[in-house]
């Protein structure tokens, strides 16, 4: 079972859709959490961080469940520029040995 | 503002070839991580650095080696190279603090022949 778990999608929905991915992380020396976003062939650059009590930028909305090691990111009114692949990202702290792990990637693709 | 450079940016190795890539940051950060990417597969940690002179084996570290011998650069090597080595190689830096961003290079295209 892989450390971090996402839906691989890819998700195909219309502009203007709302549109929810989750995230699963199985070991309980993760500290910080975070969503990233990569567009084909290029790097991956930092969505947003995500925190316990929840956090929201704009169209996106990040959630963080520690007891059930649940991850989740909404996109409301999704726009053609949002077509990427978002990736759940894992920080353990010192007990973890200090690790940064990656879920495989949920792929979006949104039409008009 | 570099951020993270990596060098090169595409090459192409013979099997049982060596090379180098080298990742380089400016901007102080203690942490260092070497990941290749395959299609469908994520991110895969291969060695990383949580500072200088020290580093430690990621999910993948079967074939590579590394050194950091200057807080600034981490390199990632192929002592005898493989097909099963082609991939897209990211490295990546991060600050010493919980909740600080990562920040990546622009990748490596390594295919193997």
């Known amino acids: 079972r892989k450390e971090v778990e996402q839906d691989p999608g890819p998700f195909n929905v219309p502009e203007g859709a709302t549109v929810a991915f989750n995230c699963t992380y199985s070991?309980?020396?993760?500290?910080?959490f975070f969503w990233y976003r990569q567009d084909c062939r290029k790097e991956p650059k930092l969505l947003m961080s995500v925190y316990s009590s929840g956090n929201e930028d704009g169209r996106f909305t990040a959630q963080l469940n520690r007891a059930s090691q649940y991850i989740s990111l909404l996109i409301r009114d999704s726009k053609l520029s949002d077509s990427a692949t978002y990736l759940c990202v894992v920080h353990r702290g010192p007990g973890g040995y200090n690790k940064l792990i990656f879920g495989a990637g949920t792929r979006l693709a949104v039409h008009p | 503002n570099a951020g993270v450079t990596q060098t090169p940016k595409f090459r192409v190795l013979k099997t049982g070839q060596s090379m180098t890539l080298l990742c380089a940051q400016d901007m102080n950060h203690e942490y260092m991580y070497w990941y290749r990417q395959d299609p469908g597969m994520g991110l895969r940690l291969i060695h990383y650095s949580v500072g200088e002179g020290t580093t430690a084996k990621g999910e993948v570290p079967d074939g590579y080696n590394v050194s950091r011998l200057k807080k600034q650069n981490f390199l990632l090597g192929l002592e005898s190279a493989a097909p099963s080595q082609t991939s897209v190689y990211f490295c990546?830096?991060?600050?010493?603090?919980?909740?600080?961003?990562?920040?990546f290079g622009q990748g490596t295209r390594l295919t193997v022949v």
């Open positions: 070991n309980s020396a993760s500290q910080s």
């Open positions: 990546a830096s991060k600050k010493r603090v919980e909740n600080t961003e990562a920040f």
